[in-house]
C-alpha cells in the first residue's frame, strides 16, 4: 500500500506504508483489512483507496466503509454471464428500487422480502421484447419476475458507476502502483531474494519498502531546495555543494524520523541470533 496525489511534480511524497508478505495459497482479498487495521494503528488510516478488482468484493467494501475508508474498485467482471443482461442494466433510483427495463417497460409489482426483492413486469409487455432470451426476469404465472438480493444491487449500482467517466477518471490514478512495483523490483532485487522462511521474507520485504521511501525522501528534498536558474548569480561549485549538503541532511532526517523506528519495531518482532539482535539495538543515529 502506497501514498498518492493528483499533483505529479517533483516536489509530491508518495511513500509505501504497508508491506506484507504471504504464502501464495492465500487469496489477495483477505489481505485488505488487516493493511488498513495496520495503517490505522500507526495513524496512517488512508480516507481513500484504489484497488483491482480483486480486493473489490462487497464484504470489503462494507468493511472499509465501516473503518472510514472509501474503497473504489471495479466489481469481478466473472459475476455475469455473457450475453446476458444484469441488473445493472435495468434503471435504479436513488431509493434502490427498479424504474423501468433496458427497454423502457415499468415493473407493474413490487416485492420486498427478508430473502430477495422481486419486481413483476407484464406478460404481455415483453412478448415483443427482443431481448427477452436475453433478460434475466423469470416467466411465471402472472407476472416475468426479476428476483434479487441486497448485495446484487449494491454491485449493480457500483457497475453503473463505473461506466462513467467520473469513476475512469478517478481510478486512473491506481496505475501509479505499477511503477512502484517496477522500482521496488528494480533498485532493491525484492523479487530474487537470498533468504528463505515467511519471517525472513517479510522483514526483507519491509526493509526494502523502507529503502524505497529514503530515496523518494531525499529526490523531494532536492528538488525542494534546488536553487532557480533565474536566482542571483552564484559559482557553480557552490550550487553543487549547497544542494548535495542539504540531500544529505535531508537523507539523514529522513532515517532518523523513520528508519530507526522501523527498526526497532522489527526486532521487537522478529527474533534474530544474539549479534545481530545487538547490532539493531545499538543502532544510533546522532
Not at 26 to 43: C, F, G
Not at 52 to 67: F, M, R, T
Not at 184 to 209: E, H, I, M, N, P
Request: hydrophobic share 35%.
Amino acid at each position: 500500500m502506497e501514498t498518492y496525489s493528483e499533483n505529479k511534480s517533483e516536489e509530491t511524497l508518495n511513500l509505501i506504508t504497508y508491506i506484507q508478505a504471504e504464502p501464495a495459497h492465500l487469496s489477495d482479498a483477505n489481505a485488505l483489512m488487516p493493511a488498513i487495521e495496520s495503517t490505522r494503528q500507526r495513524d496512517l488510516k488512508p480516507d481513500q483507496i484504489l484497488a483491482d478488482s480483486l480486493y473489490g468484493s462487497d464484504e470489503n467494501v462494507i468493511c472499509a466503509e465501516e473503518k472510514g475508508v472509501k474503497l473504489i474498485a471495479p466489481v469481478m467482471p466473472g459475476s455475469t454471464a455473457k450475453n446476458k443482461l444484469h441488473l445493472s442494466d435495468f434503471a435504479l433510483s436513488g431509493t434502490d428500487a427498479v424504474l423501468f427495463c433496458p427497454l423502457g417497460k415499468s415493473p407493474v409489482s413490487r416485492k420486498i422480502s427478508k430473502k430477495a426483492n422481486i419486481v413483476g413486469f407484464s406478460l404481455q409487455g415483453c412478448l415483443d421484447c427482443p431481448s427477452r432470451d436475453q433478460c434475466p426476469a423469470e416467466t411465471g404465472k402472472k407476472y416475468n419476475s426479476l428476483r434479487y438480493t441486497d448485495k446484487d444491487l449494491r454491485l449493480a449500482k457500483r457497475r453503473q458507476k463505473e461506466r462513467t467517466s467520473g469513476f475512469t477518471q478517478e481510478y486512473a490514478l491506481r496505475s501509479g502502483v505499477e511503477a512502484t512495483m517496477s522500482e521496488y523490483d528494480r533498485l532493491t532485487g525484492v523479487k530474487r531474494l537470498r533468504v528463505r522462511g515467511l519471517k525472513k521474507v517479510q522483514f526483507s520485504a519491509v526493509l526494502k519498502g523502507i529503502g524505497i521511501n529514503l530515496f523518494r525522501a531525499a529526490r523531494v528534498r532536492k528538488a525542494q531546495v534546488r536553487p532557480h536558474r533565474w536566482s542571483s548569480p552564484v559559482s557553480v561549485r557552490i550550487i553543487s555543494s549547497e544542494g548535495l549538503s542539504q540531500s544529505l541532511a535531508a537523507f539523514k532526517f529522513a532515517v532518523k524520523q523513520h528508519a530507526f523506528r522501523w527498526f526497532s519495531t522489527l526486532n521487537a518482532v522478529i527474533h534474530f541470533g544474539s549479534p545481530k539482535k545487538l547490532y539493531w539495538q545499538s543502532l544510533t543515529l546522532k
